[in-house]
């Protein structure tokens, strides 16, 4: 630190010293990964996030396929099942993140496509929260059936907010609806 009692340095002593400072490259890397570090971080936080969202959305198509065959081919219907029985059937399909206990079923059945295409309704009000007009009607054979599986994915227990990376969230309580669905006519069974 120079002070008024150094008088032996000069200015042009002191613009060296500034120009070694300023090409002196110590510590350089440690400063650009210092700035690099935070958005890649999110970044790949970002992906994982994506992925786990994705990967839970094909767990439930998967079980929703299979449940939905029971329906098509008529064993549901011959074998009596009614919602409970229905869900304990799909259930036995699902894998991963999803419990077993979130998920809500709405099975309408149409005369055709166009009439099922016109009755659908929206998954969530408009308070954010799923509708509570579900309804199971496996339908008669060749009725047109719409199976709907819907599972509030929570975000928040992932990654927590203060990161960003809420975007993801479709519902009021920060959660992610995920939603699957099939739609077929049901096989002429006996």
Known sequence: MLTSQEPWISAACRAKSSRVFLRDKRGASALEFALIATPLIMLLLAVV????IYFANFALDGAVANGARLIRTGQAQTKGFDAATFKAELCKNLVGPIACGGVKLDVRSYENFAAAASGMTAPLGADGKINNNLTFDPGNPEDVVVVRAF?????????????????MANMADGNRLLVSTAAFRNEPYQ
Not at 49 to 52: A, D, K, N, P, T
Not at 152 to 162: C, V
């Open 49 to 52: 996030q994506v992925g786990y």
């Open 151 to 167: 599972y509030p994915l929570e975000l928040g227990s992932l990654f927590p907010s203060a990161l960003g990376l809420g975007a």
